[in-house]
């Protein structure tokens, strides 16, 4: 990482900035079927096992449902790759996307190796 994007951190900052590595996120929103009765279905016999799938296969190393139902959020999801192709085809083959009932955004993010949730 170059010092000259962080050209007023200091130099402790540094040293912890330099493990720092890129990942690919997703940002599921509610698609235009996230309302329909079948949706729950969904989510629970498909999405969910589709999920835990990439996990065990340390595909996404993190994924937190959003449950504040007054935003268009769903989800937001941490893969373990740079590569944005091979995270869109993971998504495209999600049965919930498939359905309707989330749409994604495909990003990249930084993230410091080795951090986890308390």
């Given at each position: ?6 050209q007023?951190?200091?130099p402790?900052?540094?040293?912890k900035?330099a493990s ?8 599921l929103t ?5 309302g329909l009765?079948?949706?729950?279905r969904?989510?629970?016999s498909e999405?969910?096992p589709y ?9 996404m190393v ?8 007054s ?7 941490i893969?373990?790759?740079t590569?944005k192709?091979?995270?869109k085809h993971?998504m495209d083959?999600d049965p919930a996307?498939m ?6 955004e495909i990003v990249t993010?930084m993230g ?7």
């Amino acid at each position: 990482m170059s010092n000259s994007a962080f050209q007023f951190a200091s130099p402790e900052t540094l040293t912890k900035l330099a493990s720092i590595k890129p990942y690919v996120l997703v940002v599921l929103t509610k698609g235009e079927n996230y309302g329909l009765s079948d949706t729950p279905r969904i989510i629970q016999s498909e999405h969910l096992p589709y999920i835990f799938e990439q996990r065990r296969d340390n595909q996404m190393v993190l994924t937190m449902p959003v449950m504040d139902n007054s935003t268009n959020l769903a989800a937001v999801a941490i893969y373990n790759t740079t590569d944005k192709d091979e995270v869109k085809h993971l998504m495209d083959k999600d049965p919930a996307i498939m359905a309707g009932v989330f749409n994604y955004e495909i990003v990249t993010g930084m993230g410091l190796p080795g951090d986890k949730l308390p």
